[in-house]
């Protein structure tokens, strides 16, 4: 059983920085063997995926609004996944979520079945 737990969230001006992070205690599966990635959802909207990890650390991330503004990295000695958000615009403004996937890839977004409780961020224009 994995449990994911995010953090770093909160309330931040336009053009500010945020560094989200996701800790995941395993009762089994070592987080060096997952795939991460980050979602979320804003008011309204339908959840959308934001960046993805592969177990080696390849990254993918398709969104075009985040290109260049959001990076995705992980630390597999500390079970930590991370989101570096840099020059956050309003629309930014969402609940994002930590997933986790095994025994698939990385870049398929329907294999992320391991969700975390989700963690507002705000962005004020």
């Known amino acids: 059983q994995v449990q994911l737990v995010e953090s770093g969230g909160g309330f931040v001006q336009a053009g500010g920085s945020l560094r989200l992070s996701c800790v995941a205690s395993?009762?089994?599966?070592?987080?060096?063997?997952?795939?991460m990635a980050w979602f979320r959802q804003a008011p309204g909207k339908e959840r959308e995926f934001v960046a993805a990890?592969?177990?080696?650390?390849?990254?993918?991330s398709d969104l075009d609004s985040v290109k260049g503004r959001f990076t995705i990295s992980r630390d597999n000695a500390k079970n930590t996944l991370y989101l570096q958000m840099n020059s956050l615009k309003p629309e930014d403004t969402a609940i994002y979520y930590c997933?986790?996937?095994?025994?698939?890839?990385?870049?398929?977004?329907?294999?992320?079945?391991?969700w975390g409780q989700g963690i507002q961020v705000t962005v004020s224009s």
């Open positions: 997933a986790a996937a095994r025994n698939t890839d990385y870049r398929s977004r329907s294999g992320y079945t391991i």
């Open positions: 395993s009762s089994g599966r070592a987080f060096s063997n997952l795939a």
């Open positions: 990890i592969s177990r080696f650390g390849s990254s993918i």
